[in-house]
């Protein structure tokens, strides 16, 4: 049995950062590339960040390069998503997901991958 659980959403400031967390259980995580997408209310899922399997390349969406940074710690079978200068329209609920493959420059949000969190709600207040 495969879960991803998201932790580290919550209520923050504009201009404040969070780290959101996702640890996976069932699977053999390095063999994973990991990802973190959103979905505002009222909008479709936007993809955010992936991670290859030992970290040893990233991708980021056009939206939150520069402010967003994806990370993992195989040995504790998490990855992260550093949140920086976020502002009101960062609120959304925001999604891990893990996948056996690398799509590189293709990441986006109607991927079917293997594997998705439950999301946690983050809220930017201004």
């Known amino acids: 049995q495969v879960q991803l659980v998201e932790s580290g959403g919550g209520l923050v400031q504009a201009g404040g950062s969070l780290r959101l967390s996702c640890a996976a259980t069932?699977?053999?995580?390095?063999?994973?590339?990991m990802a973190w997408f959103r979905q505002a209310p009222g909008k479709g899922r936007e993809f955010l960040a992936a991670?290859?399997?030992?970290?040893?390349?990233?991708f980021y969406g056009d939206s939150v390069k520069d402010r967003f940074t994806i990370s993992r710690d195989n040995a504790k079978n998490t990855t992260y998503l550093q949140m920086n200068s976020l502002k009101p329209e960062d609120t959304a609920v925001y999604f891990c997901a893990a996948d056996l493959s690398w799509y590189a420059s293709r990441w986006a949000p109607n991927l079917r991958l293997d594997y998705w969190g439950q999301g946690t709600h983050v809220t930017v207040s201004s």
């Open positions: 069932g699977i053999t995580f390095s063999r994973y590339c």
């Open positions: 991670i290859k399997w030992s970290g040893e390349g990233t």
